[in-house]
């Protein structure tokens, strides 16, 4: 199976900060991430698939970057409601994996 | 699009659940589905894949056995058959769609709805 591990597993930001934070591949994955946002009491969120590629309405302060075995999610001016636990997830193969998460608090 | 998970509630070990994820929205048959489970306080863990026309069926080793995904083209619906549960199946439970493509042999899915999830407590 393909290990998926974040970095770190939280961090204190403030409003307005740029926040980056790292997914690494137990093995190449080419493209084949995603990254959810989920905050507690709810469903994750889908953000970004292929890497980069933002899902549909999801605000242009995120980006997605890696390809291969190293990643990064960044949010370059964090907002109050981007505090939350966000997810990377391969798709390469199955069984399909999810890194521990990266929570997001308020500093 | 909208996933709504039902079926959910307190079972004991080594019973049965039925889980059921009705949908609306999109062109159901279309589209391939997964189920996925959150333990209370942990990450989230892929359980399960259907493709369309139920032709294509993966499990995580966790539930291999155990339990049974399914779909119902004709209800829009996606099942989720867990028997003989444990302790450790106690989670949310969220269905997802896929949305993807395929390269020559190689198709690649990703999650672009979920639903709102169904808590399983799995307790004697």
């Known amino acids: 199976d393909i290990q998926m591990t974040q970095s770190p597993s939280s961090l204190s930001a403030s409003v307005g900060d740029r926040v980056t934070f790292t997914c690494r591949a137990s093995?190449?994955?080419?493209?084949?991430l995603a990254w959810f946002q989920q905050k507690p009491g709810k469903a994750p969120k889908s953000l970004i698939y292929?890497?980069?590629t933002l899902q549909s309405g999801v605000p242009s302060r995120f980006s997605g970057s890696g390809s291969g075995t190293d990643f990064t999610l960044t949010i370059s001016s964090l907002q109050p409601e981007d505090f939350a636990t966000y997810y990377c997830?391969?798709?390469?193969?199955?069984?399909?994996?999810f890194g521990g998460g990266t929570k997001v608090e308020i500093k | 699009v909208q996933l709504v998970e039902s079926g959910g509630g307190l079972v004991q070990p080594g019973g049965s659940l039925r889980l059921s994820c009705a949908t609306s929205?999109?062109?159901?048959?279309?589209?391939?589905l997964n189920w996925v489970r959150q333990a209370p306080g942990k990450g989230l863990e892929w359980l399960s894949y259907?493709?369309?026309?139920?032709?294509?069926?993966y499990y995580a080793d966790s539930v291999k056995g155990r339990f049974t995904i399914s779909r119902d083209d004709a209800q829009n619906s996606l099942y989720l058959q867990m028997n003989s549960l444990r302790d450790e199946d106690t989670a949310v439970y969220f269905c997802?769609?896929?949305?993807?493509?395929?390269?020559?042999?190689?198709?690649?899915?990703?999650?672009?709805?979920w639903g709102q999830g169904i808590l399983v407590t799995v307790s004697s």
């Open positions: 929205g999109f062109t159901f048959n279309a589209f391939s």
């Open positions: 093995q190449d994955i080419s493209n084949n």
């Open positions: 292929a890497a980069s």
């Open positions: 259907i493709s369309t026309s139920s032709s294509v069926i």
């Open positions: 997802t769609r896929d949305v993807g493509y395929c390269d020559g042999n190689r198709c690649y899915r990703w999650i672009d709805n």
């Open positions: 997830q391969q798709y390469e193969r199955y069984p399909l994996t």
